[in-house]
Every structure is written in structure tokens, then in C-alpha cells.
């Protein structure tokens, strides 16, 4: 019997893992890989339907200037609880500068409700552009100022 380090490199046959065997660096120098995968197949499944509902659907616009939102700001665990006085001022504070942009941005707040670690906004905008930067606006002030006012 000829050993493996006599045998020429060619003559070496690599020998698959079962399937689902995990295979280590080491086998895979030793030549031991897992089994090539089957391919695919195509066209599996319930074939899709050319017309699913003989009633025509339109869409509703993207954004109305009516449209009332509500809107859930959440804060990261390590935060203490916002029903403190000092989490309340802040909420004041950044919900009175929302206020006086509100002719320049077209977003109001219409109310809040601020629970123990997050918050609940009924907003109005003008636009989608207006409810975007309005919201970014508020939750900076709001995130700067809790940070500050809870020693983060």
C-alpha cells in the first residue's frame, strides 16, 4: 500500500461531507467540501394571475393638506423615565420652537400625550416635505434636550 504523501497530488479525489455537515478550514485543505448544490428550479408555486379583480383601482394622493398624522417617538432603554418635571420642560420647550416656525415650516403639533418612555404626537403639515423636516426638527430638539437635562 502506497502512503498519501507518495501518492502525486493529482491522484487525489476529493470526498463530499454529508449534507449539513459543518466542514472545517482543516478538511477543506485535506480536500473534503460539502456537495455541489442543486440548482433552482424555476416557475415553482401558484402561477400569478394576468387579472386578479376586474374592478380598476385608483390611487389615493400621497399626501392631503387635511390629513391628521400620529406619530410615536421612541427613546433608547437607558434613558430614564420622561414623566419627570425636567422631561416635561424639555417636551415644552421643543414643542414652543416648533410652534413659532409654524408659519415659516406649515407643521403644527395639534396635541401630545408623553408616556414613561415615549411619545405620541398628533401632527398637521402642509406637505410631505413640511411633515418630514418639521418631525426631524422636533425630534432633535427633543433628543438634544433630554440628553442634556438627564446627564447622557
Known amino acids: 500500500m502506497v502512503s498519501s504523501a507518495a501518492r502525486p497530488r493529482s491522484d487525489r479525489r476529493r470526498h463530499a461531507a454529508p449534507a449539513g455537515a459543518q466542514v472545517s478550514f482543516d478538511d477543506v485543505v485535506r480536500g473534503i467540501t460539502t456537495p455541489p448544490r442543486r440548482p433552482r428550479r424555476r416557475r415553482r408555486g401558484r402561477p400569478p394571475l394576468q387579472h386578479r379583480n376586474s374592478v380598476k383601482r385608483c390611487r389615493r394622493p400621497r399626501f392631503a393638506r387635511t390629513t391628521v398624522h400620529h406619530v410615536s417617538l421612541r427613546t433608547v432603554e437607558s434613558l430614564p423615565r420622561l414623566r419627570t418635571r425636567a422631561g ?22 395639534l396635541h401630545y400625550a408623553l408616556e414613561g418612555n415615549h411619545l405620541h404626537l398628533i401632527v398637521e403639515a402642509d406637505d410631505d416635505t413640511a411633515l418630514s423636516r418639521g418631525m426631524k426638527g422636533l425630534a432633535i430638539r ?5 440628553n442634556k437635562a438627564f446627564g447622557r
Open 142 to 146: 427633543l433628543a438634544r434636550g433630554w
Open 88 to 109: 416635561l420642560e424639555v417636551l415644552e420647550r421643543a414643542l414652543t420652537g416648533a410652534r413659532d416656525h409654524t408659519r415659516v415650516s406649515g407643521f403644527r403639533v
